[in-house]
């Protein structure tokens, strides 16, 4: 195993930071690396809004639930998917934006996430902590309003980062057998993969919850996806200028 498959592997969300400041020459180098990544047509569609202000800090946790690192982490960047860019270019060259396509929505979402997901390994390869915040996808208008994003731009989620002050094991994943199929997708090794996963997930919550949490995937799955999640997501959507045609 090389470092960056060691380091891959360790990654777990930290949610508990030191007060350790982070550079801005760092900040700015670990979003260039997400800059870095792959980009469909090379439309580059991440924006990424750094925020300081600690009342839109309180705002944006409160967003999120209430979530304390919201406005705690030393550092708090809001990624966001952003087709304005284009458009801008489009009115350059003289060309006609053709707003609301669901594959350019598709593009500038799978955009953020691996701009995201670069930073995220090269803040963990300096020895910072990261947390994902899809929860300010509670009240995305607000977050919006907040971060004054233009027609054409939505706040995917947020990104906590800082120096860990926690150490929280790795969680367990499926095993590879449930995800990785050969020719063809096979749903006896999906089964076969959950009934071998739920039992260490369930002790997984129980050591590190110390013994409050019983439960496992199945179950967790079943409470997400057995009920409505976020119902006003298409309507905000549509109203930023991603209709889904
Ligand atoms: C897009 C995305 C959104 C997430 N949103 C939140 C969040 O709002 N709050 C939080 O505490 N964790 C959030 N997480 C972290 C996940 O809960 C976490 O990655 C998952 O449980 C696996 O744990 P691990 O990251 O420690 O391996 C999010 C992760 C992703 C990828």
């Given at each position: 195993m090389n470092q960056t498959i060691a380091l891959l592997k360790s990654h777990r969300s930290i949610r508990k930071f030191t007060e350790q400041a982070v550079s801005d020459d760092l900040v700015a180098e670990i979003v260039a690396c997400g800059q870095a990544a792959a980009t469909s047509s090379n439309v580059q569609a991440t924006t990424v809004i750094r925020v300081r202000?600690?009342?839109?800090?309180?705002?944006?946790?409160?967003?999120?639930?209430?979530?304390?690192?919201?406005?705690?982490?030393?550092?708090?960047?809001?990624?966001?998917?952003?087709?304005?860019?284009?458009?801008?270019?489009?009115?350059?060259?003289?060309?006609?934006?053709?707003?609301?396509?669901?594959?350019h929505f598709m593009i500038a979402t799978i955009d953020v996430a691996l701009a995201a997901q670069n930073a995220v390994v090269a803040a963990e390869s300096l020895g910072l902590g990261i947390c994902y915040i899809?929860?300010?996808?509670?009240?995305?208008?607000?977050?919006?309003?907040?971060?004054?994003?233009?027609?054409?731009?939505?706040?995917?989620?947020?990104?906590?980062?800082?120096?860990?002050?926690?150490?929280?094991?790795?969680?367990?994943?499926?095993?590879?057998?449930?995800?990785?199929?050969?020719?063809?997708?096979?749903?006896?090794?999906?089964?076969?993969?959950i009934g071998d996963y739920d039992p260490v997930v369930r002790e997984y919550y129980k050591t590190r919850t110390g013994g409050t949490k019983d439960s496992n995937w199945s179950q967790e799955m079943s409470s997400l996806v057995g009920k409505e999640s976020r119902p006003h997501m298409k309507e905000f959507l549509s109203m930023r200028g991603f209709q889904m045609k």
């Open positions: 202000d600690p009342e839109t800090r309180a705002s944006l946790a409160a967003c999120a639930g209430g979530q304390p690192y919201v406005a705690d982490a030393p550092v708090l960047l809001m990624y966001c998917a952003d087709l304005s860019r284009s458009a801008v270019a489009c009115d350059i060259a003289g060309g006609e934006f053709h707003p609301g396509m669901t594959e899809g929860g300010i996808r509670n009240k995305p208008q607000e977050a919006a309003d907040l971060l004054k994003l233009p027609e054409q731009v939505y706040p995917v989620f947020g990104l906590c980062l800082g120096f860990p002050d926690q150490n929280p094991e790795v969680k367990p994943r499926l095993p590879l057998s449930a995800i990785l199929h050969e020719e063809h997708y096979c749903a006896d090794q999906v089964v076969s993969g």
